[in-house]
């Protein structure tokens, strides 16, 4: 990794912090203070990203000579950054694990000035990942098991974005992606069809639709909303049959009445003797309109989603934080109003059924019937194994998903949970902020 994907500050901090010694353990904690309105859970994600960028955190020659000549620092500041590494531990809640707002997502300990520098990468991956699992896992839910495609590479954030976001929303539940560097880079289903301009390149629908299904006749789904939707249904109907197609076969409306146009081009395959042909909808679908169309009885199989889901459309970040909790053993927090940080090493202890948190000390032995959600992915600089397969990150989110109350699963108005804290817990917090208010008083 290159050590400069940091802020300014984060430098000037590290820097201060090596001139005076003051390399003892650190702990800080990422947490998300609240949730948005529309959002009743978060889906962890974005851990296993820093991890693999962490494993070669370094500043290399260009980097020493880029902050010599831009900023000015000292060549004993210098030297002390060129032999910097990243020798923490990282314990974090597992990618595809339900998290509630207000527990850690993960926790770094290491020597003070590594622990800080690696601020503004943990923030800036895991707010983007997980603000993105938790979106597309609305989608899922609101499908009601149809299958769900993503079609978001065209408008995401850029190219690395857009193959995180195949990855997210394959880890919650989509069953394919249109993306084909993202699906083949991470194991996943290419899917797609075809374009308006593909139909009007021809003289006719029929001829388009003839000349796709010869070229991809195991494969074809035709899109039959350029010109009017029921002839191209009808159109689609008889190409099926003039060439006697098999295979996975779908025709898919992309604009209009969905409900109703589902609901007639329905009758019309099934009039057709061709029940098996899937009717597929997309153009501007998020988990609102998702849930609208099954809740009206649409009769689409699947959905493609792009622009909403990719970008996060109605909230596109979420207000995470990285604070010091511990340094040298000493337990500190933050005191500014509306946004006080409990201190201490931490640990989550989560109840499957019901389904609770409870926020406790790192040392805290794990009460009867919960599990210790956070878990060490990184100790002394080193990952512990690689990345899991992805068909266990979506075991992990299909099983809280299931535990999690339909009151939080909820598409519209959802009842976030909140977590807990142990008794140990709030008596540290009572004594440190106590600690901390008489010292300010004595200046």
Known sequence: MNALLTDLYELNMAASYLRRGMTGTATFSLFVRSLPAMRGFLVAAGVESCLDLLADFSFEEDDIRYLRETQGYAERDLEAFRKLRFTGDVWAIPEGRIALAGEPVLEVTAPLPEAQLVETLFLNQVTFETTIASKAARCV??????????????????????????????????????????????????????????????????QAFRA????????ATFLVDTYDTMTGIKHAIEVIKELRLGGRLGVRIDSGDLVALSKRGRRLLDGAGLAEVRIFASGGLDELAIDELVRNGA???AFGVGTRMGVSADHPYLDTAYKLVSYKGR???????????????????????????????HDERVPAGREALLERLMVGGARIGGRPPLAQVRSRFAFDLECLPASARAIRSPRPLSARTTPRLRNLTAATRQKLVMSSKKG
């Open 141 to 206: 839910i609101a499908a009601r098991g149809r299958d769900v495609v993503d079609f978001s590479f065209r408008r995401t954030q850029g190219i690395e974005a857009g193959i995180d976001v195949a990855r997210l929303s394959a880890m919650v539940g989509f069953e394919a992606t249109s993306n084909v560097e993202a699906a083949r880079r991470h194991g996943l289903v290419a899917a797609g069809t075809m374009a308006h301009s593909y139909i009007e390149a021809f003289a006719s629908e029929t």
């Open 331 to 361: 337990p500190v927090m933050k005191l500014s109003r509306g946004k006080v940080s409990a201190p201490g090493r931490k640990q989550v202890f989560r109840r499957s059924k019901p389904f609770s948190d409870l926020v406790g000390l």
């Open 212 to 219: 796709f299904a010869q070229d991809f006749p195991g494969r």
């Open 299 to 301: 009769l689409i199989d």
